[in-house]
């Protein structure tokens, strides 16, 4: 989608490693959010960040850690990697003001084997 | 805590023929509603935004209702086409966090 990147846009990883998703936006969005997507559960908030250092946790975020160091890019990490962490996930971004819809990435289709 | 409920069922119906989906909310009155579209692969396409105190909102062959009473929004497309097949997704906005629903995906035949 324009202005929005994720990368990879597939991953297969064995269980126990690290692995980190990069969302890059150019929109100078303030907000920016991780989210995953399974069946059965629709799409889950994982973690958010509202500015540049700045996040906070959603509904699903064990297991996850994210870090903003720059406006354009959230990066969303998995520690170590279990298979219940098989997933599509999707970032997001919102503009500063709250209203208005979310602009999605494609997302990435993570599967740990 | 708050649910947003989408019927999980494809929703199956002819070519140029209206379209209706349902989302439901289990608690409070959301200030915002928003509908999206999600195609097979894709992430999720903004279409319209519904306020607590809109009754409805119109975008070209969509429409958007919310009634409080019923806990309810209402999601039509008018004279479907089979392009218009794909899930739409429900999704609450409270501050600056948006919770979804499940989605309910539409077949329009031809």
């Known amino acids: 989608d324009a202005g929005i990147t994720q990368s990879p846009r597939h991953k297969v990883t064995e269980t126990g490693t690290p692995v980190t998703l990069r969302c890059h936006q150019t929109e100078n969005h303030r907000y920016m959010y991780w989210y995953r997507q399974d069946p059965g559960h629709g799409l889950r908030l994982i973690h958010y960040s509202y500015g540049v250092k700045d996040t906070d946790k959603g509904e699903v975020s064990d297991g996850y850690s994210v870090s903003r160091s720059k406006t354009e890019d959230f990066l969303l990490t998995l520690e170590s990697a279990t298979s219940s962490q098989t997933s599509v996930y999707f970032c997001?971004?919102?503009?500063?003001?709250?209203?208005?819809?979310?602009?999605f990435g494609s997302g990435t289709r993570l599967t740990v084997v | 805590s708050q649910k947003i409920e989408q019927n999980s069922e494809a929703l199956n119906i002819q070519e140029g023929k209206t379209a209706t989906l349902t989302c439901n909310y289990t608690n409070y009155s959301p200030a915002y509603l928003q509908w999206y579209r999600q195609d097979p692969g894709r992430g999720p396409v903004f279409l319209l935004l519904i306020r607590e105190n809109e009754k409805e909102k119109r975008k070209e062959r969509l429409k958007v209702t919310f009634d409080t009473t019923l806990k309810q929004s209402l999601f039509h497309i008018t004279a479907s086409q089979p392009a218009d097949s794909a899930t739409y997704l429900c999704?609450?906005?409270?501050?600056?966090?948006?919770?979804f629903g499940g989605g309910t995906r539409l077949m329009v035949k031809p």
């Open positions: 997001a971004i919102s503009p500063a003001d709250g209203i208005g819809g979310y602009t």
């Open positions: 999704a609450e906005r409270a501050g600056n966090m948006l919770t």
